[in-house]
């Protein structure tokens, strides 16, 4: 049941990011920042990972992003990422084939996203930071 609860979380995001979307080229000087990940132990919640690609300049300073969810059940999940050395932790909720994500950090940064589900545990939608960054997020394979 989480594991179908956490998939179409993740399609809801991953759908409302893709709506309308096109593939834009991503500049070469930027390459994806590796977060470490914890082993999860064994019998833990599921968990997805989401990128962040970025869409105006000021993500682009960052270059892409990537998100940690891990499904907490009905539909929601926790959500977390570090952007600018600054951890932020928050929520993420979807209804339908739509949700919602949240999330803050202790410097007062944070982030609000929306997003879509086209399939199971894939999904697209895009993400806004308080600093004025706005990312695409994608999410699933």
């Known amino acids: 049941m989480k594991a179908r609860i956490l998939a179409t979380a993740a399609s809801l995001f991953a759908t409302g990011l893709l709506a309308g979307c096109y593939v834009i080229p991503i500049d070469p000087r930027h390459t994806a920042v590796e977060q470490p990940q914890a082993a999860l132990p064994q019998g833990a919640p599921p968990s997805l990972q989401a990128r962040l690609y970025p869409l105006n300049e000021i993500a682009g300073g960052m270059g892409p992003l990537s998100v940690t969810l891990i499904e ?12 600018a ?34 399939a199971p545990n894939r999904g697209s939608g895009t993400c806004l930071f308080s600093n004025g960054a706005k990312y695409q997020v994608h999410f699933g394979s």
């Open 72 to 83: 907490k059940g009905s539909g929601h999940a926790s959500f977390s990422l570090t952007y």
């Open 85 to 118: 050395g600054e951890l932020l932790h928050g929520e993420a909720t979807r209804v339908g084939q739509r949700g919602v994500a949240s999330a803050a950090g202790a410097r007062g940064l944070y982030v609000n996203c929306e997003y879509a589900i086209s």
